[in-house]
């Protein structure tokens, strides 16, 4: 079965710091997809980032990172010098082919404080 | 681009009516949409996947007959809620994929529905 586990439900962090949000998947696929959404206070759902199962490459785009570990079943997600425009709830998600669906983890709602 | 486009943003009803949720993709074909459901501070729970010209497929435990889900063309799906009740008051976000079946999801701005 498939499974994402946001450890952490909330966060607060002060303005210019940084911040990690764990996210930790199970599956039995050996091909699988990993995903970050954001979704701000206004409600939509942001796609941030893919990443397939084969790359294991830490990807950095501006402030934001990732840290992918098939090792430890990780892919957690990094935001450097934090701002208020980050606040909001940050989901980590993963899509396995077998069963065709994306599943979510239960998020983490981030409060950037100014 | 890959822009999914959901209507309305909000709708109120009486119990016991039912309320059309559409849902488009507008610069792309989608022949598979995902529909969700978002409780108060909770995670997504997938209802239902909708593909193009056929039956919808249902997640376990959600009512086929309460939610009524359409996919006429390759650009609109709707969720219909059926004879509504308050417990179906919620968030409803649509999805489609503008690629391949590991292609990443393109949300709607979702639907807030409240029954009275």
């Known amino acids: 079965a498939q499974k994402v586990t946001q450890a952490q439900t909330e966060i607060s962090v002060v303005e210019k710091e940084d911040v990690t949000l764990d996210c930790v998947y199970e599956?039995?696929?050996?091909?699988?997809?990993l995903f970050w959404y954001k979704q701000p206070p206004s409600g939509e759902l942001v796609f941030l980032i893919r990443r397939n199962s084969f790359d294991e490459q830490n990807e950095i785009s501006g402030r934001y990172s990732w840290n992918f570990q098939k090792s430890t079943s990780s892919f957690n997600f990094t935001i450097t010098a934090s701002q208020v425009v980050d606040s909001a709830v940050y989901f980590c998600a993963l899509y396995a082919n077998r069963d065709d669906k994306i599943i979510f983890g239960k998020g983490t709602r981030l409060h950037i404080l100014p | 681009g890959a822009v999914v486009s959901q209507h309305p943003s909000r709708v109120i009803c009486k119990s016991g009516t039912s309320v059309k949720i559409e849902c488009r993709s507008l610069d792309f074909q989608a022949t598979t949409m995902f529909w969700y459901r978002q409780f108060p501070k909770k995670s997504l729970m997938l209802m239902a996947t909708?593909?193009?010209?056929?039956?919808?497929?249902?997640e376990q435990g959600v009512e086929k007959d309460k939610f009524l889900i359409n996919h006429a063309s390759l650009t609109l799906s709707t969720l219909t809620v059926t004879s509504a009740h308050p417990e179906d008051s919620s968030f409803y976000i649509c999805s489609a994929r503008s690629g391949d079946r590991n292609s990443p999801l393109h949300f709607g701005n979702g639907t807030r529905l409240t029954v009275t």
């Open positions: 599956t039995r696929d050996t091909t699988y997809y």
């Open positions: 909708s593909n193009e010209g056929s039956k919808a497929t249902y």
